[in-house]
C-alpha cells in the first residue's frame, strides 16, 4: 500500500470540509450537539419549580461526576468553536462569492430568522459566556453562594437588567433554534421538499416552547413566584 493511498482518507476529508457542503454539515452536526445541550439544561432548570433543594441536589449530582461533567464541557466547547468557525468561513464565502454589494438588497425567500443568523449568534455567546460567570463562577454575582444553585438563580434574577438580558437572548435563541433545526436537515440532504413546511413548523414550535420554558424562570422570579 503506498503512502498515497494511505493519506487519501485524510485528504477527502480536508477536501469535504473545505467545500460548502462540509461546513454546513459540520454546522449542522454542532448544532444538533448543542440543540440536545439546551434541551438537557432546560429539563434540569424547570427544577427550580420543584424548590431549592431539588435543584441542589440535581447540581450536587452532576458536580459528584467529574469526568461526565468535564467531558460533556470538552465537547460543548469544541460544538461551539466548530460551529463559530464554519459560519464564519461559510460567511466569508458568501462574500467572496458577490464581490459587488446589492444596489438594493431584498430579502427574497428568507426569514427573519435567518436573516439574523450571523448577528444573533455573538450575542448568544456573548450571553452564555456572562451565564457562566454569573452562575458557574459567581463573579458577576455579588450573592454567589457556592453549591446553593436555586439561591444564585433567585438572586441574580432580581437584578432587572440581568433578567432583562436573559430574556432578550432566550428570544434570539429562539429565532436561532427555529431557523438552525429546519435547515440542519437540508444541510444533511434529508430534507423531502414535501415536508418543508412540516418542519419549519416543527422548528418553530419547538424553538418557542424551549424559549418559553426559559423566560418563565426569570418572570416568575420577578413576580415573586419563585423565591
Not at 454542532?30 to 445541550?37: A, E, N, T, V, Y
Not at 464565502?93 to 444573533?120: D, L
Not at 433554534?177 to 422548528?203: C, D, E
Given at each position: 500500500?503506498?503512502?498515497?493511498?494511505?493519506?487519501?482518507?485524510?485528504?477527502?476529508?480536508?477536501?469535504?470540509?473545505?467545500?460548502?457542503?462540509?461546513?454546513?454539515?459540520?454546522?449542522?452536526?454542532?448544532?444538533?450537539?448543542?440543540?440536545?445541550?439546551?434541551?438537557?439544561?432546560?429539563?434540569?432548570?424547570?427544577?427550580?419549580?420543584?424548590?431549592?433543594?431539588?435543584?441542589?441536589?440535581?447540581?450536587?449530582?452532576?458536580?459528584?461526576?467529574?469526568?461526565?461533567?468535564?467531558?460533556?464541557?470538552?465537547?460543548?466547547?469544541?460544538?461551539?468553536?466548530?460551529?463559530?468557525?464554519?459560519?464564519?468561513?461559510?460567511?466569508?464565502?458568501?462574500?467572496?462569492?458577490?464581490?459587488?454589494?446589492?444596489?438594493?438588497?431584498?430579502?427574497?425567500?428568507?426569514?427573519?430568522?435567518?436573516?439574523?443568523?450571523?448577528?444573533?449568534?455573538?450575542?448568544i455567546l456573548a450571553f452564555v459566556i456572562y451565564h457562566l460567570l454569573d452562575f458557574t463562577f459567581g463573579?458577576?454575582?455579588?450573592?454567589?453562594?457556592?453549591?446553593?444553585?436555586?439561591?444564585?438563580v433567585v438572586a441574580s434574577f432580581q437584578l432587572p437588567l440581568v433578567s432583562a438580558f436573559y430574556i432578550?437572548?432566550?428570544?434570539?435563541?429562539?429565532?436561532?433554534?427555529?431557523?438552525?433545526?429546519?435547515?440542519?436537515?437540508?444541510?444533511?440532504?434529508?430534507?423531502?421538499?414535501?415536508?418543508?413546511?412540516?418542519?419549519?413548523?416543527?422548528?418553530?414550535?419547538?424553538?418557542?416552547?424551549?424559549?418559553?420554558?426559559?423566560?418563565?424562570?426569570?418572570?416568575?422570579?420577578?413576580?415573586?413566584?419563585?423565591?
Amino acid at each position: 500500500m503506498s503512502a498515497a493511498s494511505v493519506g487519501l482518507p485524510g485528504r477527502r476529508s480536508e477536501r469535504f470540509y473545505s467545500s460548502t457542503v462540509g461546513k454546513k454539515a459540520v454546522m449542522a452536526v454542532s448544532g444538533c450537539i448543542l440543540f440536545l445541550f439546551v434541551l438537557g439544561h432546560l429539563a434540569g432548570n424547570l427544577q427550580i419549580y420543584e424548590g431549592p433543594e431539588k435543584l441542589d441536589n440535581y447540581s450536587r449530582l452532576l458536580h459528584s461526576m467529574p469526568a461526565v461533567l468535564w467531558g460533556a464541557r470538552i465537547t460543548l466547547l469544541v460544538m461551539v468553536v466548530l460551529h463559530i468557525w464554519s459560519s464564519i468561513q461559510l460567511a466569508l464565502r458568501n462574500n467572496a462569492a458577490r464581490p459587488t454589494a446589492y444596489i438594493k438588497k431584498k430579502a427574497a425567500g428568507s426569514s427573519y430568522a435567518s436573516r439574523t443568523m450571523y448577528w444573533s449568534g455573538p450575542i448568544i455567546l456573548a450571553f452564555v459566556i456572562y451565564h457562566l460567570l454569573d452562575f458557574t463562577f459567581g463573579t458577576v454575582n455579588p450573592a454567589f453562594q457556592e453549591g446553593n444553585v436555586y439561591a444564585n438563580v433567585v438572586a441574580s434574577f432580581q437584578l432587572p437588567l440581568v433578567s432583562a438580558f436573559y430574556i432578550l437572548a432566550m428570544a434570539l435563541l429562539c429565532m436561532h433554534l427555529y431557523h438552525g433545526l429546519w435547515s440542519m436537515f437540508q444541510s444533511l440532504g434529508v430534507h423531502p421538499p414535501r415536508y418543508t413546511l412540516a418542519l419549519k413548523r416543527a422548528a418553530a414550535v419547538v424553538a418557542i416552547l424551549i424559549a418559553a420554558g426559559n423566560i418563565s424562570i426569570p418572570v416568575s422570579v420577578m413576580a415573586g413566584l419563585v423565591k
